[in-house]
T-cell receptor
Framework: GQQLNQSPQSMFIQEGEDVSMNCTSS?????WLWYKQDPGEGPVLLIA?????ELTSNGRLTAQFGITRKDSFLNISASIPSDVGIYFC????????????FGTGTRLKVLA | GAVVSQHPSWVICKSGTSVKIECRSL??????MFWYRQFPKQSLMLMAT?????????EQGVEKDKFLINHASLTLSTLTVTSAHPEDSSFYIC?????????????FGPGTRLTVT
């Protein structure tokens, strides 16, 4: 199935550092969602983006909807150990029927 | 936020048997629900879109006769894995979109770990 490309695939950072990850696509999306998944659990919605160029924050998290509508970025400031997990982007495609396409994921590990 | 539940959270079954997984939206109605499959260390792959009152829409490569989906009410969708085989062992997750003013935010259930022996 179709997937969005996320980078980096994984990253190790020190507690307190800022984190940046991005998601790119060859297709245009009208909505971008960012999720965090802990092992053995379902993804939890972090941020939803609806307009090109939109910048939205949720606590220490900030996400942006790319101007071209083909990419999105997620930043985490001052990381803490509980930020560890896998972060997924998802794009909503409305061609035909509504469905979400997921990114390949960024695995984050925070070193205390 | 909207709450989606799944049952069971894990199940072990023997090869050749069928397993039913339930997905419920607890505090909102969902005319559409999505079923995903996730293998270890991989992303979520959409299997099918469950539509209340009509047939499910399956993604390319997903066998509709093997993965039976029923969306019996506005709060319940079920996925039945028929004649399960070890290669069907996976993490199955459902989601339901919460309709908003502009677009749809999607909320996930906690997932069901299926192990076929």
């Amino acid at each position: 199935g179709q997937q969005l490309n996320q980078s980096p695939q994984s990253m190790f950072i020190q507690e307190g550092e800022d984190v940046s990850m991005n998601c790119t696509s060859s297709s245009i999306f009208n909505t971008w969602l960012w999720y965090k998944q802990d092992p053995g659990e379902g993804p939890v919605l972090l941020i939803a983006l609806y307009k090109a160029g939109e910048l939205t924050s949720n606590g220490r998290l900030t996400a942006q909807f790319g101007i071209t509508r083909k990419d999105s970025f997620l930043n985490i400031s001052a990381s803490i150990p509980s930020d560890v997990g896998i972060y997924f982007c998802a794009g909503l495609t409305t061609s035909g029927t509504y469905k979400y396409i997921f990114g390949t994921g960024t695995r984050l590990k925070v070193l205390a | 936020g909207a709450v989606v539940s799944q049952h069971p959270s894990w199940v072990i079954c023997k090869s050749g048997t069928s397993v039913k997984i339930e997905c419920r939206s607890l505090d909102f109605q969902a005319t559409t629900m999505f079923w995903y499959r996730q293998f270890p260390k991989q992303s979520l792959m959409l299997m099918a879109t469950s539509n209340e009152g009509s047939k499910a829409t399956y993604e390319q490569g997903v066998e509709k006769d093997k993965f039976l989906i029923n969306h019996a009410s506005l709060t319940l969708s079920t996925l039945t894995v028929t004649s399960a085989h070890p290669e069907d062992s996976s993490f199955y997750i459902c989601s339901a979109p919460l309709a908003g003013v502009v677009d749809y935010e999607q909320y996930f259930g906690p997932g069901t770990r299926l192990t076929v022996t």
